[in-house]
């Protein structure tokens, strides 16, 4: 199709990006050390509770791989005051939502519920907290559970959770980085009651932890209510954590898996980038880069592999294992991922990704691309602020991660900031380190 | 379990202090109705508007119905639907893809198209400042829509790819096996677009499926967030005015009945897995006893709080995610159950859940069921349209069936109105064994044999 001149409708002036709405935060600290972030808003009648455990996949040791995992599974099998099921029953009944998820740096609960459900929707949290039922009975009962969970979303499908699960092997070295985070079946049946009191006992010490909760509330009748039943949790040592960052890869890397379920093939890359939180200036860019990338049907690769050279059935470049670049600390990578017909080689993908980014290194980043993306971004970041729930949640992790709540406030002017010289030098970087490549190849009949 | 017996490990803390009971519940304030504005504008189509200024951004919806005539037509409208929804963003008459793409991406905004057997969707949430520019291009595909060649022929080898992965998908093998046990060959049963339909479209035949089905009458176009309504609707008449077309009718034609008796059967050699995949017919939102079976729903199936999580994943350890849930569309309302297990455990799981379906038909449930139920639907009904995209969605929903805002206030009431009689009557009618169908998809090596001596088996249809 020939070029085509735009009618008036689109504006010509650049959008400027909004900023979140102002949300007052209010943090105080518990005397057993339990970091609590309050984020009072009254636009609609309910709440947010949010609770944040520092340990997640990284932490499991050697031969328990798939615990923090198993043990997020356990945190619902009751407590000192709830018996199996009430917890969910509690929150459930008081017509609210939960869920719990296993992170490679926190494993995280919460619940989101009618405003008048606060008080109680505390005291299930604190409570198990303070005292989850660590029972065998209900560890084996997990651990089927569990095992269900990994055939829907692994055994038993095709490019069952590829390639979160795969790439990791071949883009790190240490088995804190590389390890199974689902688990092997035989790590999984060997858990014991003592095993989670030990694993309890050393990573959900309430210093270990940060309470988030957002929504319609009173600061001062919320601040009552956390430390009458978060107070009562006994202060315990908190574990040191271990470094996770790993060397930069000194040669390109490469590897092969074979899906016996499925019959085309896929393609990941893995680039490492620098540390999410000690070098946040230098990651940012990378976050840009990836939405200019990736994102929408304007992106780079949406438009060369998609609609231009039809190389891909698929794509996505996204920051972070689980596609969230601020859940994960050092160290951290950009993925990339496609699926593609047999016909395309994995060679010419990764050529077609590497031509882009340098592209973006050497022929820069022009105004109006830029200015797309960081409407793009803006977009999504207000859009995910929007349930009360996605804002507490950035509160916590922001908290967590990066020692503080307002992260989450101050990320849409950060990433206003980047520059376009930037992108490029991210891009440039990129092209100038090695990579980890992991090919899925079909291994059932087409 | 009890208290006394875990007492022991509350590092010490022993004391059963009048503050360790269970908070009370309060009760909250109630949330804001909607307040919809609504519109029909001069070219017939119907404009729904909540200002909801949670941040500044706008949800934007656009519904246009797309059932197929019949039977006969049913695989072809599928085919195109699908190519259609994904090919309708390569070019107007004024832009070509990327210019398209740019200029949506400009204003913040991801405008996604997709199609099944009702309706073609369009969705995207905008930054507020850009609402104008999103009414504009979208007013743009829908009256000039160019369907290049070149492209509509590439998209559609990818269209294949795609649903060729989708069939390797168990969860899509058991979607279509449990469609074609309930609604034979009504077009509901086409969950996947037929691959040979697929390769035979051109872009010709879309452009004219384009002009005759993509009409303002009927369709709903849905807007909320920080915007004013009265400006909306002023912003949608001008960019919608060149949109035109008669009114045509579109009715997807009624549902079938169909046989419940006996298991129907498909063979996935080497699966370590079944699927079980119950359905059978359900009433709709317009119902007087709607509440009742979303109620019985809940209780039976719904959430996690349910009998069935209980017993198969919580007692039994047999699943991960067990489910049951009812999907409201517009020729009809099917209640559909879900459970993933293990294939050792298959027929045990169905046997489970065939007895948790005669529980319900046959004994009334308990208050406290009841009223945990109940406030969990009201619950959630406020949390899901507490943000923009989840009153959108919800709205858009409720259009697809001629329902106006005014229902949620209506489905409040009804549920807090719900007896335990009324749960009662629902199952014995809806929930029972003997009116549902029984699909699983599975190594039949491994599950055929335990399945058969619960029921007869059927081949897949």
């Known amino acids: ?446 | 379990m009890t208290t006394e017996t875990s007492s022991e490990l509350t590092n010490g803390d022993t004391s059963e202090s009048a503050d360790m009971a269970l908070p009370p519940l309060i009760e909250a304030r109630a949330g804001r109705a909607p307040r919809a504005v609504s519109a029909t504008l001069p070219n017939g189509l119907d404009t729904l508007v909540v200002r909801r200024p949670t941040v500044p951004m706008v949800e934007v919806r656009l519904r246009i119905p797309l059932p197929a005539a019949n039977s006969a037509t049913a695989a072809a409208t599928t085919a195109r639907g699908s190519l259609m929804s994904a090919s309708m963003l390569f070019g107007t008459a004024q832009r070509n893809q990327e210019r398209l793409a740019n200029d949506l991406a400009a204003v913040g905004a991801d405008l996604s198209v997709s199609a099944d057997a009702d309706r073609l969707l369009f969705s995207t949430a905008v930054l507020r400042t850009g609402l104008s520019t999103v009414l504009g291009l979208l007013a743009e595909v829908v009256t000039s829509a160019s369907y290049p060649s070149a492209e509509v022929a590439a998209e559609r080898d990818r269209l294949g790819q795609r649903i060729a992965m989708a069939l390797t998908q168990p969860a899509v093998v058991a979607r279509m096996a449990r469609s074609r046990r309930l609604f034979g060959d009504h077009p509901y049963a086409q969950t996947m677009p037929d691959l040979s339909v697929v390769a035979g479209l051109e872009a010709a035949t879309l452009r004219r499926t384009h002009r005759d089905r993509v009409r303002p009458y009927g369709a709903t176009l849905v807007v909320v967030g920080d915007v004013q309504p009265a400006t909306v609707v002023r912003q949608a008449t001008s960019a919608f005015a060149d949109w035109v077309g008669p009114a045509r009718k579109s009715r997807m034609m009624p549902l079938p009945d169909f046989d419940p008796v006996g298991i129907t059967l498909v063979d996935r050699p080497g699966a370590v897995q079944s699927n079980v995949r119950i359905g059978g017919g359900a009433v709709g939102r317009r119902d007087p006893v709607y509440a009742a079976l979303q109620l019985a729903n809940l209780i039976f199936g719904g959430y996690f709080s349910s009998r069935l999580t209980e017993n198969l994943r919580e007692r039994n350890g047999f699943t991960y995610s067990p489910h049951s849930g009812i999907d409201n569309s517009a020729a009809g309302s099917t209640i559909l159950i879900d459970a993933d297990v293990a294939s050792a455990v298959t027929a045990r799981a169905v046997h489970e859940t065939w007895y948790e379906l005669g529980r319900m038909a046959l004994a009334p449930v308990t208050q406290d069921e009841l009223d945990s139920a109940r406030r969990y639907a009201l619950g959630t009904l406020a949390l899901s349209t507490a943000t923009q995209a989840g009153l959108a969605s919800t709205l858009t929903s409720l259009a697809g069936q001629g329902l106006s805002a005014s229902w949620l206030t209506d489905y409040q009431k009804a549920v807090a109105g719900v007896t335990i009689a009324d749960v009662q009557a629902v199952s014995h009618r809806y929930l029972s064994v003997s009116s549902l169908a029984t699909v699983v998809v599975g190594d039949a090596a491994l599950v055929e044999n335990s399945l058969g001596s619960l029921a007869a088996l059927r081949k897949p249809g």
């Open chain 1, 1 to 446: 199709m020939p070029a085509v001149e735009a009618t008036a409708i689109v504006a010509r002036v650049p959008v400027r990006a909004p900023t979140l709405p102002a949300h007052p935060l209010h943090r105080l600290t518990l005397d057993n050390g339990l970091r609590v972030v309050l984020a009072p808003d009254s636009t609609a009648p309910v709440v947010a509770v949010a609770v944040y455990y520092d340990v997640g996949m990284r932490s499991e040791p050697m031969g328990r791989t798939g615990f923090a995992h198993l043990f997020e599974h356990v945190m619902f099998q009751g407590s000192a005051h709830l018996p199996k099921l009430e917890h969910a029953r509690q929150v459930q009944g008081s017509g609210g939502v939960f869920n719990g998820s296993t992170h490679l740096d926190y494993t995280n609960y919460f619940e989101v519920l009618p405003a008048g459900a606060l008080e109680r929707a505390l005291f299930c949290e604190a409570d198990r907290m303070a005292a989850p039922l660590l029972t065998q009975e209900t560890i084996d009962n997990q651990i089927d559970v569990v095992k269900e969970e990994i055939r829907v979303n692994v055994l038993n499908r095709p490019y069952g959770a590829f390639p979160w699960l795969q790439l990791p092997e071949v883009l790190y070295d240490t088995f804190a980085n590389t390890h199974n985070g689902y688990g092997d079946f035989v790590d999984l049946e060997s858990a014991t009651a003592d095993d989670a009191a030990q694993f309890f006992d050393s990573y959900y010490a309430p210093g270990n932890a940060v309470l988030a909760v957002g929504g319609d509330f009173g600061v001062e009748q919320a601040t009552e209510w956390v430390s009458r039943y978060f107070g009562r949790v006994i202060a315990r040592s908190t574990p040191v954590r271990p470094p996770f960052g790993e060397p930069a890869l000194t040669e390109d890397r490469h590897a092969e898996v074979i899906d016996p379920l499925a019959t085309t093939p896929a393609l990941a890359i893995g680039w490492r980038v620098p540390d999410p939180v000690n070098d946040l200036d230098a990651y940012l860019p990378y976050v840009v880069l990836s939405e200019l990338m990736s994102d929408s049907d304007a992106s780079r690769l949406e438009q060369r592999l998609i609609h231009r050279d039809h190389l891909a059935i698929s794509q996505a470049m996204y920051l972070g294992l689980f596609g969230d670049p601020f859940d994960a600390r050092n160290a951290t990578g950009l993925m990339f991922q496609a699926h593609h017909a047999s016909q395309t080689s994995a060679a010419q993908l990764i050529t077609a990704v590497e031509d882009e980014l340098a592209s973006v290194a050497s022929g820069g980043v022009g105004d109006a691309e830029l200015a797309r993306v960081q409407a793009r971004i803006a977009a999504q970041l207000l859009r995910q602020a929007d349930p009360v729930l996605g804002r507490t949640q950035s509160f916590a992790a922001g908290e967590l991660i990066h020692g503080r709540a307002e992260f989450a406030l101050e990320l849409p002017a950060r990433l206003a900031g980047v520059a376009a010289e930037s992108v490029a030098a991210a891009a440039a970087e990129l092209r100038a380190q090695h990579k980890a490549v992991l090919e899925l190849k079909p291994g059932a009949g087409a």
